[in-house]
């Protein structure tokens, strides 16, 4: 992403420029604040516009949960990602930020790597939320008279296409895009081409996964693998159905923002699918069918 805007927050002036100097290299456009109240200033200020608050939760007055919780609330600003930096990292403290919508974590003190890569982490996300919202936008009432569809996929660019066509039927699709495309996704990764979730780690903290992805399915025995998506519409709901060709995993750890994930760069998307997008979310089986259900006229 060019031209990333990045807000720091930290009543430390030490900790601003250990950041600053961590993350000055990597052609972020970096503004400090030394406290919540400035930093909210500046969060509101008509003229400025951020894609990214590293965010440090202990501070004096207006701290980071306080801050948090007004960004979240704020309809500007409520899709802006946050990174809570912090030396309460205690279970139930994770868990108290993950409920606010800080979805991404650093442990003080960190690693220049751990730094950079959970930032990288959360401007995918970022950068991956707008393209979905843009080819949402393209396809809006485009399915309004479908009762029912069978599609396949194989590659992520077809996954993010099929998640924003498919999510026009609802009546929040900039919602729904999100969850299907997380589960459309990990049809493909995780189920078809079989990628752990510890792979996936390693691959976004060096900035190779979709390479990874791009060579394992140009790989003779991935070329056939095809991922399934079933939607059908009852009378209060529709019915979104994924099938991949995988052995499945362990779901059941995933249907939660757990903490100890809250550090990893990834390891959020079926969780944050079924808080989000879905009135119900269930895998079926050994975990390669997941079916989600959204209500007609909105969660």
Known sequence: MSNVRILVVDDEPFNLDIIGEYLEDAGYALEMANSGEEAWERLRAPDKAFDLVVLDRMMPGVDGMELLRRIKADGRLGDTPVIMQTAAASPDQV??????????YLTKPFEPDS????????????QHRRALTERLNAHVDALRTMDSGHFSFRTLEEAQALAALVASLCDEPEIVVLGLSELLINAVEHGNLGISFAEKSRLREEGGWEQEVARRLALPEYAEQRAELTVSSAPDEWIFTVQDTGKGFDWQNYLELAPERAFAPNG?????????????????GCGNCVRGVVAKGGR
């Open 95 to 104: 868990r108290e930020g993950l409920a606010a919508g800080a979805y991404y």
């Open 115 to 126: 730094l950079q890569s959970i930032v990288r982490a959360a401007l995918d996300d970022l």
């Open 268 to 284: 959020r998307g079926i969780a944050l699918a079924r808080q989000l997008a879905f009135e119900r979310l269930e895998y079926l």
